[in-house]
C-alpha cells in the first residue's frame, strides 16, 4: 500500500487542515521542519520517507480566491522524481486538459466542485482514465456536489479517493464503513483512503481491506508515523474486494 503524504496551501504556506473548515487552518507547526513553506515541508517529509507521491491541496484556487500555481511549479522543480497530485478546483474538463497541458501534476477533481453526475461524465468523455484522479468529498453522510453516489460509479477513473472531511486531522481514524462501500463498488479501481489516519495501525487495517493507497499529513508532522510504519505499509495491497462480508 502507498503513503502519499499531503499538503494543503493557503495564503502562501502550508497549513493544518482539520475537519474540513478551512476558515480555521492556521500555519501548520510541525515536528519535521522548523517552518510551514511548501518546499520546506515538501523536504521535511521526504527525509523521513521516499514518497513517490504528493498530494497538494490548493485551497485558495479551491475557493475562487487565488492560487498557488507558482509554489506548486517549484516543487515541481526541486523535487522532480516526485509525483504531484493537486486538487485546485478544477470543475471542467477543459480546465483539467489544460492543467495537464503543463505536465507537472496529474489533476485531482473533487466532487465539491462538480454540479452533478453530468459534469463527472464530461470528464470521463474528454480523460483518459488513468490521466486524472477522482475524490469523493464527504461531510457526514453527504457527498459533496450535485451527485448521487450510485450515480457516479460509471464515470469514475482508474484512482479514486474517498475523502471523509470530518476526519482530517483528527483522531477519529479512517472511514473504514464508506471505505467498504467504495472499494464494493469500485469494480477493480484503485481506492485511496483520506482522513483520519493515526499511524501504522491504521495502515495495517486499510491495507487488509484491499484499499491501494492512503492519504496522510498530521500522524507524519506529530511523528505518529514513521520510517517503520511506513515501509511496513509499503507491502503492496490486494485489489478492492466487493465479496466482504
Known amino acids: 500500500m502507498e503513503v502519499i503524504p499531503v499538503i494543503d496551501l493557503k495564503d502562501g504556506v502550508v497549513v493544518h487542515a482539520r475537519a474540513g473548515r478551512r476558515e480555521r487552518y492556521a500555519p501548520i507547526s510541525s515536528q519535521l521542519c522548523a517552518d510551514s513553506t511548501p518546499l520546506g515541508i515538501v523536504r521535511a517529509l521526504l527525509d523521513v520517507h521516499a514518497f513517490a507521491t504528493l498530494y497538494v491541496a490548493d485551497l485558495d484556487a479551491i475557493e475562487g480566491r487565488g492560487d498557488h500555481a507558482a509554489e506548486i511549479a517549484a516543487i515541481a522543480r526541486a523535487f522532480p ?4 497530485w493537486v486538487d485546485c478546483g478544477l470543475s471542467n474538463a ?9 505536465e507537472i501534476a496529474t489533476p485531482v477533481i473533487g466532487t465539491e466542485t462538480l454540479a452533478d453526475a453530468a459534469a463527472l461524465r464530461d470528464f470521463t468523455k474528454a480523460l483518459e482514465p488513468h490521466s ?12 459533496l456536489g450535485g451527485a448521487v453516489l450510485q450515480d457516479t460509479v460509471a ?14 486531522g483528527s483522531d477519529a481514524g479512517p472511514d ?6 467504495i472499494c464494493g463498488l469500485a469494480g477493480g479501481r484503485k481506492i485511496y483512503a483520506a482522513g483520519g489516519v493515526r499511524g501504522g495501525a491504521d495502515l495495517k487495517v486499510l491495507a487488509e481491506r484491499g484499499v491501494s493507497g492512503a ?5 507524519l508532522h506529530d511523528g505518529r508515523l514513521g520510517r517503520t510504519g511506513i515501509a511496513a505499509a509499503a507491502s503492496g495491497p490486494a485489489p478492492c474486494r466487493s465479496d466482504r462480508s
Open 81 to 84: 522524481r516526485l509525483a504531484l
Open 176 to 181: 473504514l464503513e464508506r471505505i467498504d462501500e
Open 94 to 102: 477543459q480546465a483539467c486538459h489544460d492543467w495537464r497541458q503543463r
Open 155 to 168: 464515470h469514475w477513473p482508474a484512482r479514486v479517493i474517498v475523502m471523509t472531511l470530518a476526519r482530517v
Open 215 to 219: 492519504l496522510v499529513a498530521t500522524a
Open 132 to 143: 486524472w484522479v477522482l475524490s469523493l468529498d464527504y461531510r457526514g453522510d453527504r457527498l
